[in-house]
């Protein structure tokens, strides 16, 4: 089992360019989530997926759409990249939503010049 | 929404010591909290959680208490070592709610 995995690793970009995050899990697991987490600072919920079919914002939705493309899938997309997204982004699952154990990704780091 | 809280930002503590750390939460429904820790340029993982039917959790040197009557719960780590130098974050979900909220984190430094 890979758990989740997420790619690419690390991306940079100029400020209006767009590009997609991927994220896939193989424990068959209902929900997915994504954060991103700035330097020195918490996880902060940006969209989330209770089930395969809905999606709905988190706390920071702006700037950025989600898809969830089956039940492995949960991508999240920036169509117009600003520095203020510089962060570090972790997609997770867990078996629902909320109240299980959320296995999160190695994460991205992206860097908007 | 729900607000969680978390202190300190920073501990630093002796090899051996005890760590303590603390989170309130503003939402009364919420009733399942989870501690995750992240190693420098690592993902975060569950080390623990604790759901509102019972006080007090332990796993080995690990434990967490709740006191939903104020509002709040806290992390215990004892006979500390180095490899317990992390980040640590609590969360709080509500029952039938969707989400996690974290709390800002606490960098632990275990100083040998």
């Known amino acids: 089992n890979a758990g989740v995995t997420q790619t690419p690793k690390f991306q940079v970009l100029k400020t209006g360019q767009s590009m997609t995050l991927q994220c896939a899990q193989d424990?068959?697991?209902?929900?997915m989530y994504w954060y991103r987490q700035d330097p020195g600072m918490g996880l902060r919920l940006i969209y989330y997926?209770?089930?395969?079919?809905?999606?709905d914002k988190g706390e920071v939705p702006n700037g950025y759409n989600v898809s969830r493309l089956n039940k492995r899938e949960f991508s999240l997309r920036l169509e117009s990249a600003a520095p203020s997204q510089t962060s570090v982004y972790f997609c997770?699952?867990?078996?629902?939503?909320?109240?299980?154990?959320?296995?999160f990704g190695p994460g991205t780091r992206l860097l908007v010049l | 929404g729900e607000n969680v809280e978390q202190h300190p930002s920073t501990l630093s503590v002796q090899e051996g010591d005890s760590a303590v750390i603390k989170c309130t939460y503003s939402?009364?429904?919420?009733?399942?909290f989870p501690w995750y820790k992240q190693e420098l340029g690592k993902r975060p993982q569950l080390i623990i959680d604790?759901?509102?039917?019972?006080g007090e959790k332990k796993d080995q040197r690990i434990a967490v208490t709740l006191n939903k009557t104020a509002k709040h719960f806290s992390l215990h780590i004892t006979e500390t070592q180095p490899e317990d130098s992390a980040v640590y974050f609590c969360a709080a979900s509500r029952a039938a709610g969707n989400k996690l909220t974290f709390g800002g984190g606490t960098r632990v430094l275990v100083k040998p």
């Open positions: 997770a699952s867990s078996e629902r939503a909320g109240q299980e154990t959320q296995y």
């Open positions: 604790i759901r509102s039917n019972v």
């Open positions: 997926s209770a089930s395969e079919g809905t999606t």
């Open positions: 939402d009364s429904a919420s009733n399942y």
């Open positions: 424990m068959n697991h209902n929900s």
